[in-house]
């Protein structure tokens, strides 16, 4: 019974960092299409104030999610042997959790640069 709580837990994550994603490109392709010819500082600027710069954290920390997900899924599903499934899990994780790291740091020197 809990081993369906956590596929469902699972699903409906996948789905609500979906949304999630998908509200974030609309709403960067909405000012992209419409703002005139932004330069460099105009650009700095809008993704360091706090709002914007919290939100692009979220939309990578759920990519990470999101990935995770999908990819375990799949390794579980098509990966035949433990050992190897497991340094292949491992492996993902390992990237996205760097991933993820590395881009809260940029992000973070971005709100100190300017």
């Known amino acids: 019974m809990s081993y369906q709580a956590k596929g469902l837990q699972a699903w409906l994550l996948q789905r609500l960092t979906g949304v999630f994603m998908a509200l974030y490109i609309l709403y960067v392709l909405g ?4 703002s005139e010819s932004m330069n460099y500082q105009q650009w700095s600027g809008w993704l360091s104030h706090p709002l914007m710069n919290t939100a692009t954290g979220l939309f990578f920390l759920t990519l990470a999610y ?6 375990r899924d799949i390794v579980v599903d098509y990966v035949p042997h433990d050992a190897f499934r ?3 899990l491992t492996l993902i994780s390992l990237f996205l959790i760097s991933s993820s790291l590395y881009l809260l740091k940029i992000l ?7």
């Open 86 to 88: 497991l340094l292949v």
């Open 108 to 114: 973070f020197s971005l709100t100190l640069i300017v």
């Open 66 to 71: 999101h990935a995770w997900v999908g990819m």
């Open 31 to 34: 000012v992209v299409v419409f």
